[in-house]
């Protein structure tokens, strides 16, 4: 049972635009969300998190929207760069100490000339 | 800059065998943690560790076991390797406990199991 869903297996945005990446939970405990970048072989890379007590958390070009209603939340990346190009990990997290974390699938960014 | 280094980016081993693998890291953090990820599963997580000598099952721990006698070195273990623990292995410290703060990864072990 997937906790935590990322539909799009890929998406392929032009440079200079937006770039969308949706992620949906199911757990309503969990309270906590992050995102992961990951290139080709390296390790992730934290890009930005997000408490439920907020709905939207920003970092430069990166924003994380959450709608808790809707167990919904999606990373804006304005404007897509090349570098962007990469696997994006979105993350959830409850409030207990013995809450993990769960990932998602990922979803492939590509970033078009 | 945190720098978690993973003892080999490759490894071939056989069904049976037993896999040691090595992760330190050197800004002194509490935590620690070993994932997996695979195509189309994402990461999922192993074991981790909040402080020496102590250990945590994650959501997958069947088939592994963790040691941390320093507080730089995580190492995970397979027993008797098997060809489904095929894949590639990451490791990660954080300096607070708990899963809200930000890990730092290692860059991978691709493990393949013959």
């Known amino acids: 049972d997937q906790q935590v869903k990322q539909n799009s297996p890929s998406l392929s945005v032009q440079e200079g635009r937006i770039s969308i990446l949706n992620c949906d939970y199911t757990n309503s405990m969990f309270d906590y969300f992050l995102w992961y970048k990951k290139y080709p072989a390296e390790g992730p890379t934290f890009l930005i998190s997000?408490?439920?007590?907020?709905d939207k958390n920003e970092d430069g070009r990166f924003t994380v929207f959450l709608n808790k209603s809707a167990k919904h939340l999606s990373l804006h990346i304005v404007p897509s760069q090349p570098g962007d190009s990469a696997v994006y990990f979105c993350?959830?997290?409850?409030?207990?100490?013995?809450?993990?974390?769960?990932f998602g699938k990922g979803t492939r960014l590509h970033i078009l000339p | 800059d945190v720098k978690v280094t993973q003892s080999s980016r490759y490894l071939v081993k056989r069904t049976g065998e037993k896999v040691f693998l090595e992760c330190v890291q050197d800004?002194?953090?509490?935590?620690m943690f070993w994932y997996r990820q695979d195509p189309g599963l994402g990461l999922r997580l192993i074991y981790f560790s909040y402080d020496v000598k102590m250990k945590e099952k994650g959501d997958i721990p069947e088939g592994y076991s963790v040691s941390r006698e320093k507080k730089e070195r995580f190492s995970l273990i397979l027993e008797s390797a098997s060809t489904n623990q095929t894949s590639m292995y990451l490791c990660?410290?954080?300096?607070?406990?708990?899963?809200?703060?930000?890990?730092?990864f290692g860059p991978g072990t691709r493990l393949t199991v013959l």
């Open positions: 800004m002194d953090h509490e935590n």
């Open positions: 990660a410290s954080s300096l607070l406990t708990g899963f809200r703060n930000e890990q730092f």
């Open positions: 993350a959830a997290s409850g409030m207990g100490r013995g809450d993990k974390i769960i």
């Open positions: 997000i408490s439920s007590i907020k």
